[in-house]
Structure formats: structure tokens, C-alpha cells
């Protein structure tokens, strides 16, 4: 495979391959940028690049439209639409609206510097329909629902964490966890693929990371910091558990200390006074 652009010869960054659906029909493939570009001539090119040659391109850029290939002709116009109906989900989402989204969702990925496997192409391609219009992706990772075979993404949003997963053949999977509905997040370090753990009021979901252990990593102690704000609180209520543990303790101590006459009645009703004091 090629490893430079089929129209403008620059080189495929990890992006461009990853992110997009960017291969030909003749097995070249194209850079964002020139999807972009051409794409903005001719929409169809979003949808069906890889029914597209090189020069089918090159012909559209020259006459601002492209001559399709016979097996298109062919194709009943009707089963088209049926394809580009499925295509903008039962939302009805506008094309228009779609390519827009893809392309601020894909810059978006570029920003926050996700490594995702190319198992997740799929998974991208249904974020325009998942997230809210001016929902802006803030931190991403590659991360597959613990048990399950489909790989999957991992995404933060300023108001709730998503797992999307798709498996090739079959519908994608969603699962919304809003701030509110998130306690705690925390990892399990194994050598090769972290865990990373959502903790809800009634469950816990695991997700695990296949693709990219570093990525994972820093995707961790990013959301560490949002979802796991309120641990010293927590912290401190255990400890106030672990202390009155102790208390207890030295109570019992107290009392065989008395039943064994070393302590008389008045000095254990002193000990034990000073030591109740301190639980309240
Ligand atoms: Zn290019």
C-alpha cells in the first residue's frame, strides 16, 4: 500500500489513515486535506469514496463533477438514496450537518492527540450522531467494554464520559455516563493493557486497553482529575473509620485492664471518658 497521498503525494500521517475513510477504489488513498477538498466539490465522495479512482477524482477537480464509474450507472437511483438514508441515521441528521460534525469531530480527535487503532474507524464515523451538536470531545482513548470483542472508544465531554463500540457487521453500541452519574474513576496497571473502571451508583464498567498503554495512561490521569476530585473527602471519612476502629480497641484493652484489677473503676471511667471524647 501506498504511503503517500494518490493526489498530492504527501505523506499519510497516522491521521489520515485512521481517522478517515480515505481509500480508493483503485487502492490509493487520499490526505484529509484533499478529502476535504474535493469532498467540498462533490459530497458523494464523503459517503462512497472507495467507488472512486484516482483519476475519477482528478476528472471531478477538473470539471467540478466526476463522470461515475458503470457499476454506479447501474445501481437504481433508488438503492442509492436507500444508502445515503441509512447513512444519516433514523435522526434524519442533514448530510450537510454530518460532513460538518465528522470534520470538527476529527479535529477534535487531532487535538486532544488520541492514539486509536484503526478497529475504531467505525466507531468515529457514528460520533456525529452521538455527541450533541456543540458538544466538544476533550479527551479520547482507544478502549474496548471489558468482555465484549468489538473495539471501542472512550470519550470525555465537558458533561458526561461515552463508550462507543461498533463490531463490523453490527449496530453500534452507546453508553452515556452524565458527571453526575459518575463517582469515582480508577485504573487497574496491568503490564499490558490498563483497566480503566467507571464507578456509578450501581455499577461498575470496565474498559480495557488494548491499543495503546501510554495513551491509556494519560487518558487516566486526565480524568482523574475531573472524576476523582472529591477523594480526600473521602479519604478523611475513612481514616475517621480506621480511628474509631482503634478507640474501640483500646476500650477493650481498658476493659481487661479493670477485670484484671490493674485499673481501678474510677480510673476506667476516666480512660474510657478521654477515649469516647475523641469519636465526636
Ligand atoms: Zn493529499
New binding site residues.
Given amino acids: 500500500m501506498s504511503n503517500t497521498?494518490?493526489?498530492?503525494?504527501?505523506e499519510l500521517t497516522s491521521i489520515d489513515t485512521l481517522l478517515g475513510e480515505n481509500k480508493l477504489s483503485d487502492g490509493g488513498s487520499?490526505?484529509?486535506?484533499?478529502?476535504d477538498?474535493v469532498s467540498s466539490i462533490h459530497q458523494e465522495l464523503l459517503y462512497n469514496l472507495n467507488t472512486f479512482s484516482i483519476n475519477d477524482i482528478k476528472s471531478l477537480i477538473q470539471n467540478g463533477k466526476v463522470e461515475p464509474r458503470a457499476d454506479i450507472i447501474t445501481q437504481p437511483s433508488e438503492e442509492r438514496d436507500v444508502f445515503i438514508a441509512e447513512n444519516a441515521g433514523p435522526d434524519s441528521m442533514s448530510r450537510e450537518l454530518y460532513k460538518r460534525r465528522l470534520k470538527e469531530i476529527r479535529y477534535e480527535l487531532e487535538q486532544v492527540t488520541a492514539n486509536l487503532s484503526m478497529f475504531t474507524k467505525g466507531e468515529i464515523k457514528e460520533l456525529p450522531r452521538i455527541l450533541n451538536e456543540n458538544e466538544r470531545i476533550i479527551a479520547a482513548t482507544d478502549a474496548q467494554l471489558s468482555k465484549t470483542l468489538d473495539a471501542g472508544i472512550l470519550l470525555v465531554t465537558p458533561d458526561r464520559m461515552i463508550s462507543v463500540s461498533k463490531g463490523m457487521f453490527s449496530d453500534v453500541i452507546v453508553k452515556k455516563y452524565p458527571n453526575e452519574t459518575i463517582n469515582e474513576v480508577s485504573i487497574v496497571n496491568n503490564p499490558l493493557s490498563p483497566v480503566i473502571k467507571l464507578h456509578t451508583a450501581d455499577k461498575i464498567e470496565e474498559f480495557e486497553c488494548f491499543c495503546d498503554k501510554a495513551d491509556a495512561e494519560r487518558f487516566y490521569s486526565f480524568i482523574d482529575k475531573i472524576y476523582n476530585k472529591e477523594k480526600p473527602r473521602k479519604q478523611a471519612a475513612r481514616s475517621k473509620e480506621i480511628s474509631s476502629e482503634v478507640i474501640f480497641e483500646q476500650l477493650e484493652k481498658l476493659g481487661k485492664l479493670r477485670e484484671n484489677g490493674i485499673l481501678t473503676d474510677e480510673e476506667f471511667a476516666d480512660q474510657k471518658k478521654k477515649l469516647l471524647d475523641q469519636l465526636l
Fill in positions: 497521498c494518490a493526489l498530492c503525494s504527501a487520499l490526505c484529509n486535506k484533499c478529502l477538498k
